[in-house]
């Protein structure tokens, strides 16, 4: 794997910093559209498994009324910065993020309203395992939600159809969970489009 690679998969240090940057400017258009893709009800836990820097978290937090904005991210970097970011810009959401990874979520079973993922799925070396630990702590009647990218074009991280593929994947495996599934697609350009893989689970929310 490639030092661009690594640190696109794991940012650390000085190479790090610059890496979160590009993620969030690579990734603005697909945070915009899984933020406004997700209705979280108010007062709701939201978790979002590698949130990077942040961005998306925040914009979720800004523009709804949380409860609790929570994150599992295996970059310390990350954490540190998206912390940072979200200091004083949620709303009166609580904050917890913390290092870890999608397969093993240090959260009691049946505690979030919405779990999503921008662009990180693909990356899980044990995807059914992680979306099993996805679905386990969402609340009957909670969305999880992946956000995929799919580049329509040959570009430098991925041959292009390949994210329609991953979605397809991902939609059979959420029902091999039991989770009601919707795929919907965004188009941003003739180049790219987000690929929104929607699972909820079947069940009551309490009141």
């Known amino acids: 794997m490639s030092t661009l690679m690594h640190q696109a998969v794991k940012p650390r240090g000085a190479g790090g910093v610059v890496m979160g940057w590009l993620l969030e400017s690579g990734d603005a ?15 709701a836990a939201v978790l979002e498994i590698g949130f990077g820097p942040g961005h998306a978290l925040q914009m979720l937090a800004l523009s709804h009324p949380l409860g609790l904005v929570a994150g599992i991210d295996h970059s310390e970097l990350m954490v540190a910065r998206a ?8 709303g009166d959401a609580a904050l917890d993020l913390r290092i870890g990874d999608a397969g093993n979520l240090p959260f009691p079973d049946e505690k979030f309203d919405v ?4 662009n990180s799925f693909h990356q899980w070396p044990d995807q059914a ?13 909670g969305d999880l939600l992946l956000s995929i990218r799919d580049f329509r ?18 939609a059979e495996m959420l029902k091999d969970l039991g989770l009601q599934v919707r795929l919907r697609e965004v188009v941003h350009s003739p180049a790219r489009a987000t690929l929104l893989v929607r699972g909820r689970k079947c069940g009551r929310a309490e009141a």
């Open 29 to 43: 258009v697909q945070n915009r559209a899984t933020v406004d893709a997700l209705d979280p009800p108010p007062g």
């Open 129 to 141: 395992g992680a979306l099993a630990e996805m679905a386990g702590v969402l609340k009957p009647g």
């Open 83 to 90: 912390r940072h970011r979200l200091n004083g810009r949620r």
């Open 115 to 118: 779990v999503f993922a921008v």
């Open 153 to 170: 074009v040959a570009g430098r991280f991925e041959p292009p159809g390949n994210g329609a593929d991953t979605a397809k994947i991902a």
